[in-house]
């Protein structure tokens, strides 16, 4: 603490004097406690902080789930219906390369004397011995 010669050849600035010393090391130690103290008073923050967040993660990854889980859902319907709708085209194709003859009426003429519509007397349908 007190000024040395050698200091001095060695370029190195003077001690200075012990009550400027006090002052700063008083000055210094205020400060920290002021600023520890203000941080110390935040760590209830920073906690209620970090449990939101582990709180909100564990709720995300639930979300993720259960969304998972009906995206998956939703696939696996929309494969059904594909397939159904699928296996619903081949069997109209089918059925279309064979088309059924459409079923014919018999109409009559009208009597001209009361203009009525004409009447339907017999619905023929096709025989079997007629279809291919």
């Known amino acids: 603490m007190w000024k040395k010669e050698e200091d001095a050849d060695l370029g190195r600035p003077p001690v200075s004097s012990a009550p400027v010393t006090m002052a700063t090391y008083t000055d210094a130690m205020s400060a920290f406690t002021k600023n520890a103290t203000a941080f110390i008073e935040q ?6 902080a970090r ?16 969304l998972d889980a009906g995206d998956e859902s ?13 296996n619903r085209v081949e069997k109209s194709t089918a059925f279309d ?3 059924p003859e459409l079923v014919k009426a018999d109409i009559t003429k009208p009597d001209k004397s009361d203009g009525r519509a004409p009447a339907v007397n017999e619905l023929s349908y096709p025989k ?5």
């Open 43 to 48: 760590i209830p923050l920073f906690t209620k």
């Open 97 to 99: 390369k064979k088309k």
């Open 51 to 66: 449990d939101s967040y582990e709180q909100a993660m564990r709720v995300s990854a639930e979300l993720r789930g259960v």
């Open 128 to 132: 079997w011995s007629d279809l291919p």
């Open 74 to 86: 939703l696939r696996s319907l929309m494969a059904q219906m594909e397939q159904a709708i699928n």
